[in-house]
C-alpha cells in the first residue's frame, strides 16, 4: 500500500526549491543596476520590488541612506531573502549621494566594512570597496576653485587610491575572507579628474591584483570632448580587463557616457526608479536605460571582421567535407 505523504513532506523543505545566491557578475551584461536609498529596510525592500517591476536586474543598496538603527545585520537580512535579485552594498564615507562630501555616520572604515563583510553572511551577493580603504584619500570638494582645479587637470593623481602596502593587505585579506564566505567584491574609485586611458588601465591592474571581483571607475567629464574619451578607455578596457568592469563619468557631459558605455563594454548602468527632490538626477531612469537597451542594436557580430585586411588578404575557406566516406565509416 502507497503511503500517503506527510504534510511536511508536501509543504515542507523536501519539496522547497533550494536557495542560491546569484553571483553579481553572473547577471548577463550589460544589466540595469537600480540605486536603492532609503531610510529603512520596509521602504528598501518595496523600492527593490517596483524596481525589479520596472526592469531592473540587480540592486545597489546605500548603507549611508539607513537610519542608524538599521545599519545591523539582523536588521537588513530581510531584504536579501524577499528579493529574487543580486545586491550589492555600499557604505560610503561621504553623504548619502555620490557628490556629497560630507562625513556618514560610519567612524571607520573597519566598521564599514565589518557590516558589509556581516551581511554577505546573511545573502548579500557582496558589496563595493574603494580602493583607499584602510587609507583614505579623500576627494577634492567638487564645488571649490581647488576641487574644480583638480578635476580639470588631466595629471590629478585619481582619488580614492592608495598604494600604501600595509592598507593594500589588509584589502586582500578582507577580499579573501569575502570570497571564503561565498561573496563578491566590486572594487571603486571616484577617481573624479579627466583620467586618461594608461591610468585607467593601471587601475584596472590594480583591483585585478588585489583580488576583486569587477571594477568601478568614475572620472570626471567636464566638455563634450570627455565623452570620447570615456567611451574610448571603455573599449581600452574591454580589450584588456581580466574581470568585468563600470566605467562612467560625474559631471553634465558624463549623462551622455552612462548609457553609451554600457553599450560598449561597461558591464551595468548605475539607475533610479523616479527621481525626488534633491536626488542625484545624472543616473539615468530606469525605463529609459531599459527602453535603450531594448531598442538599439549594440551586439557586434563577426560580420565586422569582414571589412579587416586580414579578412580580405585571406584565401578562400576549404569548407569541403567527404560526406560519404564519413557515413561509411571510411573517415577517422
Not at 270 to 275: L, P
Not at 288 to 307: G, M, P, T, W
Request: a negative charge.
Amino acid at each position: 500500500m502507497k503511503e500517503t505523504p506527510t504534510q511536511d513532506q508536501i509543504f515542507g523543505m523536501e519539496n522547497a526549491v533550494d536557495f542560491k545566491r546569484t553571483a553579481f557578475t553572473d547577471v548577463p551584461q550589460p544589466f540595469i543596476f537600480a540605486v536603492i536609498q532609503k531610510p529603512t529596510p520596509e521602504e528598501a525592500l518595496l523600492e527593490m520590488h517596483q524596481s525589479e517591476r520596472a526592469g531592473a536586474h540587480a540592486f545597489e543598496l546605500n548603507l549611508a541612506w539607513m537610519l542608524d538603527e538599521y545599519r545591523t545585520a539582523k536588521a537588513l537580512a530581510p531584504l536579501f531573502r524577499r528579493t529574487t535579485l543580486p545586491t550589492v552594498t555600499t557604505y560610503r564615507r561621504y553623504g548619502r549621494e555620490a557628490t556629497d562630501a560630507v562625513a556618514t555616520a560610519a567612524p571607520d572604515d573597519v566598521k564599514r566594512m565589518e557590516l558589509q563583510l556581516q551581511l554577505v553572511d546573511v545573502g548579500c551577493s557582496g558589496y563595493d570597496l574603494e580602493l583607499d580603504t584602510f587609507d583614505p584619500q579623500p576627494r577634492h570638494d567638487m564645488s571649490s576653485p581647488e576641487g574644480i582645479a583638480y578635476a580639470m587637470n588631466p595629471e590629478s593623481y585619481p582619488a580614492e587610491i592608495t598604494e600604501d602596502s600595509e592598507a593594500v593587505e589588509k584589502q586582500m585579506r578582507l577580499i579573501e575572507e569575502t570570497h571564503a564566505r561565498g561573496g563578491e567584491v566590486l572594487a571603486s574609485t571616484h577617481a573624479l579628474t579627466r583620467l586618461p586611458i594608461d591610468k585607467a588601465l593601471w587601475i584596472c591592474k590594480l583591483a585585478e591584483e588585489r583580488g576583486a571581483d569587477a571594477l568601478k571607475i568614475v572620472r570626471f567629464n567636464a566638455i563634450m570632448e570627455d565623452i570620447v574619451d570615456t567611451l574610448a578607455t571603455t573599449v581600452a578596457l574591454r580589450r584588456q580587463a581580466e574581470i568585468p568592469f563600470v566605467m562612467m563619468a560625474m559631471g553634465e557631459c558624463g549623462k551622455l557616457a552612462r548609457i553609451t558605455s554600457a553599450l560598449m563594454g561597461s558591464m551595468l548602468v548605475h539607475s533610479k526608479r523616479d527621481y525626488w527632490p534633491g536626488a542625484f538626477t545624472d543616473q539615468p531612469l530606469i525605463r529609459d536605460v531599459k527602453a535603450a537597451f531594448e531598442s538599439i542594436d549594440y551586439k557586434i557580430n563577426q560580420r565586422a571582421e569582414e571589412y579587416w585586411p586580414e579578412w580580405l588578404a585571406q584565401s578562400e575557406i576549404d569548407s569541403s567535407i567527404d560526406l560519404k566516406s564519413l557515413l561509411n565509416g571510411q573517415l577517422t
